[in-house]
């Protein structure tokens, strides 16, 4: 493949109808930017949250799932010091609504994982692994399980 030759001069800028081509294809940029973004925060959660995040744990290179497991801790131990923070007599207020918003640390299957992996040390698990794939690797019917 090679460059299209140059075929004609260009056309001045003040052609009639540059401007509503113009308008046209920054009104599609600014689409195409909001429609990304918002796909972004729609789907981020999932990679950033718990339960969702230990799906992570499914990667198939040990390379990556420790690399997995740092970033676990890290998350884990963000949403601890925050909890303690909360629990303190005088936590500043923009803390303890941080903690109210975040929310996902209060579900009954985040605490189990967050147990799971603080008993394991964040090491490979194969408990943790198992109840990834039941999650994310498999049917989602009830009826298979």
Not at 35 to 61: D, Q, R, V, Y
Not at 104 to 120: A, G, N, V
């Amino acid at each position: 493949m090679g460059l299209t030759p140059f075929l004609a001069v260009p056309r001045p800028n003040d052609s009639p109808w540059l401007d509503p081509e113009h308008a046209l294809q920054t009104l599609m940029y600014d689409f195409a930017v909001a429609l990304s973004s918002n796909l972004m925060w729609a789907h981020i959660c999932f990679g950033f949250t718990f339960p969702h995040i230990i799906a992570l744990l499914l990667k198939k290179e040990l390379r990556e799932r420790r690399k997995a497991l740092l970033f676990l801790k890290d998350l884990v131990d963000a949403i601890r010091t925050l909890e303690r923070e909360c629990l303190q007599e005088k936590a500043p207020k923009a803390v303890v609504q941080l903690y109210d918003d975040l929310a996902f640390q209060k579900l009954p299957l985040t605490r189990e994982i967050i147990i799971m992996l603080l008993q394991c040390n964040f090491t490979d698990n194969e408990e943790l692994i198992e109840l990834a794939t039941l999650m994310y690797a498999s049917s989602s019917s009830t009826k298979d399980a």
